[in-house]
């Protein structure tokens, strides 16, 4: 009978979690390089230790200890995003962009999902907390409830924290703000609709004192009414597509005369209003012309092609995360620029 002795090595199963003194150990590194390398440090690391670390650390199942992290330097290597429905491709797409600045800055994103309620906002915002994310970003539309107050109290404990607070659109107190030209934008799509002959047009926004539909109504009046168009009516209802739909068949019921252009705050409402006019018999364009916001892939891919103003989500995503993190990081005075798009959906009269 032969006794065989098998040595240990990195490859064994282990009793307990791998700490970063046996990464350090195994690459053959200093703790103080592997803790660079592993720990989301900002100083450089020599690219052949940086190979040597992550092999080792994967070799023996290492993880992070964020909470540990955490207590050490006041912040975790998180970044909280806040956003209203996950669902809309508005939010998919600026989540893409933080995420994309998140990896290159070793960072992990968190989702929340307001549901555009304060009262939850104001809790997540608490519970977030816990984690001590070093940043956060408020991609929901903002509102003016009155629960606002209670909101700003936690953003603020937040910031006192260590963690910094990034809204699109401004904020009060301790805040950094990425500028959407949402009034801008709209105004300028009313003047090119009202230059391409249109005269009469109905809104689909959403409930009053939600600051983006509220900015993109009152921009779009103002373009549309400078170029001699008028709103007849403003239907309210959510940024979704069953609100889209179900306001633009209420509109369809209160009569929409041919050559009207319908104006929906988003392209998800938009869509949704689409389907509610050719499930009226009616046809978009040549009939009743329907313009949106936003340019999400679906507006383009729909027939025919959906009017609307381009906002470079992902960028914007990806300069908030930037405003989250960077200590040099300034306020821009100026808005992200945005496109109007004009497609089959609203042809000329």
Known sequence: ???????????????????????????????????????????????????????????????????????????????????????????????????????????????????????????LVRALRGQRPRGLILAASRSTETSAPELQQELDALSAMGGRVVALGPGAGDVRAVLIDNRGGARDLGAALASRGYRSAVILGAQEGVRTSDDRIAGFTEGFGSGGGSVDRIYRGAFTREAGERIMRQALADGIPSGTLVFAISDVVAIGALGAIRESGREVGADIALAGFDDIPTGRDVTPGLTTVRVPLDDVGYQSLRAAIDDSWTQSPDSLPLEVLVRGSTPER
Do not use: C, W
Request: charged content about 20%; proline content about 2%.
């Open 1 to 123: 009978m032969t006794d065989t002795t098998v040595e240990p090595g990195p490859s064994r199963a282990r009793s307990s979690a791998a700490t970063l003194h046996d990464v350090a150990a195994a690459a053959g590194v200093s703790l103080a390089t592997a803790s660079r390398v592993l720990n989301g440090s900002t100083r450089k690391v020599a690219e052949s230790y940086r190979e040597r670390v992550e092999a080792a650390a994967a070799e023996l199942g290492y993880t992070a200890n964020l909470s540990a992290q955490a207590t050490a330097k006041g912040t975790s290597a998180i970044i909280a995003l806040l956003v209203a429905d996950i669902a809309d491709p508005y939010f998919g797409q600026l989540a893409s962009g933080v995420a994309r600045g998140a990896d290159e800055a070793g960072l992990v994103v968190t989702i929340a999902i307001t549901e555009r309620d304060a009262a939850r906002e104001t809790r």
